[in-house]
């Protein structure tokens, strides 16, 4: 988004700051990458496919967008069979709906080959499970949840990450890079150090501040908020130990 490029700039522009923005992972140096990638994965688009019945023919619906009465509305293809969720078949039943973007695996297997040869590793940072399995697709407007076809290019469009494609991906043509063991944000903050780093900071605050510094440590944490429904998953290379607050 050039805007908020500019936005970036603005605010932390400085004698001392270098900073350069890539349009793609392909662009980044050959040098030791250290990747954070919060809600990055989640925005990209996705293809949607259902299971579909018996009666219908063998395999998957895709979920095509068209135009009726200049009204974006959703329907399904004719049933066929997907080459790249044939692994699928086996964990899934009629009706049963599929998620897949198709860039994750081009970008993950950049980032990965550059972590393999170079060193560092990655922080993936989002809502998701380890294999996609539901309808996902949200669009949220004004901080409110909107319809993901009602204003096309005025709305936050996102769809819960797979996890495992990911780890799939990073691993696929590259034996020097691993993956850890999906975890929940709730779990990683606290093998960081979030409690005694939230009870440090409570300790110089009291009334409003105090009860905000509370909420906002319930939300990052607690299973019923953030802190299950993100999840962490880090890649490193093969013979490094795992990012700290992943450890197996």
């Known amino acids: 988004s050039p805007a908020l490029r500019k936005k970036q700039a603005e605010r932390i522009s400085g004698p001392q700051t270098r900073v350069t923005w890539h349009d793609d992972v392909s662009t980044l140096p050959d040098l030791p990458l250290f990747l954070v990638a919060n809600e990055f994965f989640d ?4 293809r949607q496919f259902h299971r579909a019945a ?5 395999g998957w619906r895709e979920l095509h967008i068209g135009l009726k009465d200049d009204t974006l509305v959703a329907g399904l293809s004719a049933a066929a069979l997907i080459v790249f969720l044939e692994h699928r078949l086996g964990d899934t039943k009629a009706g049963d709906i599929v998620e897949h973007c198709t860039a994750l695996a081009a970008i ?5 080959t550059r972590i393999a040869t170079s060193g560092g590793a990655a922080l993936i940072i ?3 499970d380890w294999r996609s399995l539901g309808d996902t697709l949200q669009a949220l407007q004004n901080h409110a949840t909107s319809d993901p076809f009602a204003n096309p290019g005025e709305a936050d469009i996102t769809a819960h990450v797979d996890f495992e494609a990911i780890a799939m ?3 696929s043509n590259n034996g020097g890079v691993t993956y850890t063991r999906l975890t929940t944000q709730g779990v ?3 093998r960081l150090g979030i409690v005694q780093r939230a009870k440090t900071l409570a300790a110089n605050l009291s009334g409003d501040a105090l009860d905000a510094h509370i909420a906002a440590h319930h939300r990052l944490t607690h299973p019923s908020e953030m802190g299950s429904l993100f999840k962490v ?3 490193y290379p093969t013979n490094a130990p795992p990012p700290a607050g992943l450890e197996p």
């Open 108 to 112: 993950t297997e950049n980032i990965a």
């Open 169 to 171: 991906a990073a691993e």
């Open 233 to 235: 998953l880090g890649l």
């Open 43 to 46: 925005a990209l688009p996705i």
């Open 188 to 190: 990683f903050l606290e």
């Open 54 to 58: 018996p009666a219908d023919g063998s």
């Open 126 to 128: 989002d809502y998701g």
